[in-house]
């Protein structure tokens, strides 16, 4: 994990998001980033909260923002792009039904 990564899992955290991992998807042909960072949230509010604080983590930490932020809309999926890793905020149900981390079964996964 990269000092990125770190501020990032901090904001999630301090946001109260709940089952946060992170997939290293280095070595992997086809991958769009090095890392993913999986977490959820039971509100669409929380889920906000949680994509903003970690842009504003970020920003403190690195002085750098998001190449893009999606998702803000609706609040079941918010992707927060960093280029070398995504964060993926989800609401809990859509979590349990997208269910990521099953598309990369071979990854690293790093719980916290």
């Not at 990564?5 to 301090?14: F, L, N």
């Not at 991992?21 to 890392?35: I, K, P, Q, T, Y």
């Not at 960093?82 to 905020?89: A, K, L, Q, S």
Request: charged share 30%.
């Amino acid at each position: 994990m990269s000092k990125l990564s770190d501020s990032i899992v901090a904001a999630i955290e301090d946001k109260k998001g709940q089952s946060i991992v992170s997939l290293d998807l280095r070595g992997f042909d086809g991958a769009v980033c090095d890392e993913f960072i999986v977490c959820n949230a039971d509100s669409g509010t929380q889920v906000i909260a949680i994509a903003d604080g970690i842009e504003e983590q970020v920003f403190k930490d690195h002085h750098e923002w998001p190449v893009r932020k999606e998702g803000m809309e609706n609040a079941l999926w918010v992707i927060v792009d960093y280029g070398d890793v995504v964060v993926h905020v989800f609401r809990t149900e859509s979590r349990e039904f997208y269910r990521l981390e099953d598309l990369w079964a071979d990854a690293i996964i790093k719980k916290f």
